[in-house]
């Protein structure tokens, strides 16, 4: 999307968020190139910090995209926001009901529009301890299946500084180092045209993911660990659970 074609929700979020990140972050981009041209594209970040979804989407607006998160359908509907959020184009995604399929119908309509899709494929912040990649869900492998669009790494470090989710510390120091790096859209020729069993989603999802760890390893330097899977919680922990 063109930034003669945003309307005026949008022009007014670049105005009321672009600055701040301006002033709160000392940016180094790269790859960003890899975003441009006006067809749909997949984009798969690392989620490292309640702050990276706005540094994200200060790197894909440079980069000459318009950023549609996904976003919990319940915050569609909050007065005010939820409309704002709306006329903002993100796209609401019912979780865990027959809405569901409704929600792959939009996400498809926004690709086959042009749109720069942002799916977290961990689905949470990640819980590896050293904030690494975690072991990721099949959403955006479904769509890329669906739709046959690039899904395109987008691997951070530096947002977990400017808001840290293992110490809730939250730093509003100027300029703080964050990098962000597009890589190549990940190899999924293999899987053109397959059928979207679970196994299928599971293999191509690991391929997105580590993917995105190697690039993620690139940025912070060292070797990266293996896809950190959350253990499975005890019977007796899953008890407390149920009594609490």
């Known amino acids: 999307m063109t930034r ?32 441009g041209g006006s067809d749909g594209i997949i984009i798969v970040p690392n989620h490292i910090s309640h702050a990276d979804p706005l540094v994200a989407a200060h790197f894909i607006y ?38 569901a399929v409704k929600s792959l119908d939009k996400l498809v309509a926004a690709l086959d ?41 987008v691997a951070m470090w530096g947002p977990e500084r400017m808001f840290d989710p293992r110490t809730n510390r939250f730093d509003v120091r100027p300029r703080i180092p964050v990098t962000v790096v597009a ?23 690991d391929a997105i993911m580590l993917r995105l760890r190697d690039l993620v390893g690139e940025i912070r330097g060292g070797t990266p660990p293996p896809l950190w899977e959350r253990p499975a919680r005890t019977r007796a922990e899953s008890q407390q659970g149920e009594a609490a």
């Open 113 to 153: 529009a042009g749109g720069a899709v942002v799916i977290y494929p961990e689905g949470t912040i990640t819980r590896q301890p050293e904030l690494w990649p975690m072991k990721g869900k099949t959403g955006a492998a479904r769509l890329a299946l669906a739709t046959g669009a690039p899904v395109i790494p």
């Open 183 to 205: 890589g190549e859209p990940v190899d999924l020729e293999r899987w053109r045209g397959a059928t979207p069993t679970r196994a299928i989603l599971e293999e191509m999802t």
């Open 4 to 35: 003669r074609k945003l309307g005026f929700w949008q022009r007014f979020a670049v105005v009321l968020v672009k600055p701040v990140l301006t002033v709160w972050t000392r940016r180094t981009w790269r790859g960003a190139e890899r975003l």
């Open 62 to 99: 440079d980069a000459g995209r318009w950023p549609q998160f996904l976003g919990k359908a319940s915050v569609f509907r909050v007065p005010v926001i939820g409309w704002i959020i709306g006329r903002c184009k993100q796209i609401p995604v019912e979780r865990g009901t027959v809405e």
